[in-house]
C-alpha cells in the first residue's frame, strides 16, 4: 500500500528567506507524486506533479520539487517566500494504474514579517 | 469555465442523522472522487466515480455511499452519522485519458463542505 509521510507538522519561515517542505513516499512501483497546496475556506491547488523524467520539477507559484528515488523522497522548495504562501502543504502519491490519491498529513507554513 | 462547485459550504447534524453532500464537476469532466479531511489530518480517498458507476473505493463503511448523474453532478450520502464523521468533505473532478483511469490526470479540488456532527 502507498503512504507519504510529512515529517514536519508547522514551520514557520521570514518572508524573504528559503522554504523546503519535506516529503517521504513508500510505494512500490514507480509512484507520480504531487504537492497541493490549500488555503483557508479554499481546495486544493496543485502546486506540481512528477511522473517521470527530469527529477527536478517546477511548479506555479515560484515553487519547484526534486524526486530522490534513493531516498523515497520529493521535498518542495521555493528560494523566497511571500506573505501569501501562508498555507498547508500536502504531498501526494498516485500511480499509473492507480486513481486514487495517498495525501501525507500536510504541513503548515506561517510566514512572519 | 466554471470549477468545481460544492454545496452547502457548511452542515451540521447530529449522530444518528443522515446528509447529503452536492458536488458539480468541472465543465467537461466525467470522472468524480470524494475525499474526507479531518481536522489536521490529510485527505482520505473515499470514492470514485466514473460515468455513473463507482470505480474504486477507499477503506469506508458501506454508510458511506455516492451517486453520479449524467451530468457527472455527484452527491455524497452518508447514513447513521457518527462524532468522527465530522470532517471537510471535498470533491475533485477529472478528465480520464484514454480508457485508463490514472491519477495521472489531474484532479480539481472543490472547497469542500464542512460537516460538523454533534
Known amino acids: 500500500a502507498q503512504s507519504v509521510t510529512q515529517p514536519d507538522i508547522h514551520i514557520t519561515v521570514s518572508e524573504g528567506a528559503s522554504l523546503e517542505l519535506r516529503c517521504n513516499y513508500s510505494y512500490g512501483a514507480t509512484p507520480y507524486l504531487f504537492w497541493y497546496v490549500q488555503s483557508p475556506g479554499q481546495g486544493l491547488q496543485l502546486l506540481l506533479k512528477y511522473f517521470s523524467g527530469d527529477t527536478l520539477v517546477q511548479g506555479i507559484k515560484g515553487f519547484e520539487a526534486e524526486f530522490k528515488r534513493s531516498q523515497s523522497s520529493f521535498n518542495l522548495r521555493k528560494p523566497s517566500v511571500h506573505w501569501s504562501d501562508a498555507a498547508e502543504y500536502f504531498c501526494?502519491?498516485?500511480?499509473?494504474?492507480?486513481?486514487?490519491?495517498?495525501f501525507g498529513a500536510g504541513t503548515t507554513v506561517t510566514v512572519r514579517a | 469555465e466554471t470549477g468545481v462547485t460544492q454545496s452547502p459550504t457548511h452542515l451540521i447534524k447530529t449522530r444518528g442523522q443522515q446528509v447529503t453532500l452536492r458536488c458539480s464537476s468541472q465543465s467537461g469532466h466525467n470522472t468524480v472522487s470524494w475525499y474526507q479531511q479531518a481536522l489536521g489530518q490529510g485527505p482520505q480517498f473515499i470514492f470514485q466515480?466514473?460515468?455513473?458507476?463507482?470505480?474504486g473505493r477507499g477503506n469506508f463503511p458501506p454508510r458511506f455511499s455516492g451517486l453520479q448523474f449524467p451530468n457527472y453532478s455527484s452527491e455524497l450520502n452518508v447514513n447513521a452519522l457518527e462524532l468522527d464523521d465530522s470532517a471537510l468533505y471535498l470533491c475533485?473532478?477529472?478528465?480520464?485519458?484514454?480508457?485508463?483511469?490514472?491519477?495521472?490526470?489531474?484532479?480539481?479540488f472543490g472547497p469542500g463542505t464542512r460537516l460538523t456532527v454533534l
Open positions: 466515480y466514473y460515468r455513473e458507476e463507482e470505480n
Open positions: 475533485a473532478s477529472s478528465l480520464p485519458a484514454g480508457r485508463r483511469l490514472s491519477s495521472y490526470n489531474e484532479q480539481f
Open positions: 501526494a502519491v498516485g500511480a499509473r494504474d492507480d486513481y486514487k490519491l495517498s
